[in-house]
């Protein structure tokens, strides 16, 4: 499924822009805004006041929204009552805005959205469709507009409409909106990294819209390159699938290899595989241990030396230039994973044989690494005795339940989140450490 996120403030021209691209593409158009200001209008009806958030958490299991396609155009209901036209006052937008800033409200409404995004080829506008309901999407667009460009429109709008607003009254409220909408502690509304920002202040409707397909068009085709690109690295998963299918059991057997939680396996999408780390067999382990193939950084040294570089290249490696910085193999980590790939990274950051894992340090590295590609972790333990390899001596590799990147709760990134979430990652590694043994 293809998804493509339009994320903005209001007025900025996100739905009109959205809703005709979809027409285009042959894509449905999911307004976000609109369930939002569902919830605001039933908050609204039941007489919880805006400033009453544990009257609107109270009332929020009582919800009964429903998005229906009508002849293509989304409409919204509560209980049985087609709302669509009924949300769109100022009193609604701002209950909407307020029920929004609700963690609550957030959490209730985000696997419906998300199942949409499952299920179809969706448009999806919002503040947040970039950061947190899509960050896989194939195409992120970040739609701004100055405020005063905003409010004028929306003044020209309503005056179509037969309504006449005053110019510094809907500008006083439009900063207002965007002040509480980016203020805010859950999902303030914010450019996902990579995002395409899309200033239409000096633009007209036509042009806007213009200005969005040929980005949506670019990013598309930019994607398609990708694919084709994929198919040539076809070979070299024949050859892992073939090392993996024949060579695999025998040495799974002979390194004696037992795998607790393989039902937890993500098999889908970018994904993190984070494990303690104790000897370079640990790799093997993982490999022989996933049913999807996992990547890793390999140093470059080792595709110097003729047959392993092509063993361990055909088995998913790519080099990392160890002594230089290492840009070149995080963007080649983050464009993997941006392709949807599995990859598979020591939190220690290097190799403890014979040290419990719990006595080591940690790196900020996987952190950075989950910010800036929102893939999902999975936390593996890698269980061996006294912390030491031998080829024969048992290994148990336990598989924990992925860590969605929305439970990492970053806002900006930076040094400390990197800390605090390579660190959560550690602790659920660790947790697994006594799986599948007699207490
Ligand atoms: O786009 P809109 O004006 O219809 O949105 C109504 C309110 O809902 C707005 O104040 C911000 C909030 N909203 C949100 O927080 N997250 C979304 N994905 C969509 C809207």
């Not at 690109?229 to 070979?235: F, I, L, S, T």
Request: net charge positive.
């Amino acid at each position: 499924m293809i998804g493509i996120a339009i994320d903005g403030p209001s007025g900025a021209g996100k739905s009109t822009i959205a809703r005709a691209l979809a027409k285009e593409l042959g894509y449905i158009y999911v307004d976000t805004g609109a369930i939002y200001r569902t919830v605001g209008l039933y908050m609204y009806r039941v007489g919880v006041s805006t400033e009453d958030t544990a009257g609107i958490e109270k009332n929020l299991p009582d919800v009964r929204f429903a998005l229906r396609y009508e002849n293509g155009e989304q409409k919204m209901y509560l209980g049985d009552e087609d709302v669509s036209d009924k949300i769109r006052t100022p009193i609604i937008a701002k209950y909407a805005s307020v029920v929004s800033a609700v963690p609550s409200v957030r959490a209730f409404l985000l696997e419906t959205q998300k199942k949409l995004a499952r299920e179809n080829n969706v448009i999806m506008d919002g503040r947040d469709i970039g950061t947190v309901i899509l960050p896989h999407a194939d195409v992120k667009i970040f739609l701004t507009a100055s405020a005063e460009s905003r409010a004028d429109r929306r003044v020209k709008q309503l005056a179509e409409k037969g309504e006449i607003v005053g110019y510094e009254e809907t500008l006083a409220a439009i900063r207002e909106r965007d002040e509480r909408d980016s203020g805010r502690d859950v999902a303030p509304l914010k450019p996902a990294e990579d995002a395409v920002l899309l200033d239409t202040s000096a633009l007209n409707l036509e042009e806007s819209v213009a200005a969005a397909k040929r980005i949506v068009e670019d990013r598309l085709a930019a994607k398609k390159v990708q694919h084709t690109a994929k198919k040539k690295d076809k070979n070299r998963r024949g050859f892992y699938r073939w090392v993996v299918n024949y060579i695999g059991p025998i040495v799974r057997c002979c390194m004696r290899l037992h795998v607790y939680g393989a039902e937890k396996e993500q098999t889908e999408g970018p994904l993190l595989v984070c494990a303690n780390h104790t000897a370079m067999l640990d790799v093997f382990s993982l490999t022989l241990t996933f049913k999807r193939q996992l990547r890793y950084l390999a140093k470059k040294e080792l595709f110097k030396i003729p047959l392993l570089s092509q063993l361990i290249s055909a088995l998913g490696a790519y080099a990392v230039d160890r002594g230089a910085n290492d840009v070149g193999a995080i963007k080649k980590t983050l464009s993997l994973l941006a392709d949807g790939e599995a990859v598979g990274m020591f939190p220690q950051g290097t190799r403890y044989r014979g040290v419990d894992p719990a006595k080591t340090p940690v790196k900020s590295g996987v952190g950075m690494m989950v910010y800036r590609s929102h893939a999902d972790v999975q936390p593996v333990f890698i269980r061996v005795k006294n912390y030491k390899y031998r080829f024969l001596r048992r290994k148990d590799v336990i598989i924990g339940d992925p860590i969605r990147y929305e439970e990492f709760g970053f806002t900006n990134g930076g040094k400390e989140e990197y800390e605090r979430a390579a660190q959560l990652v550690f602790d659920r590694i660790l947790a697994l450490r006594n799986e599948g043994l007699d207490p």
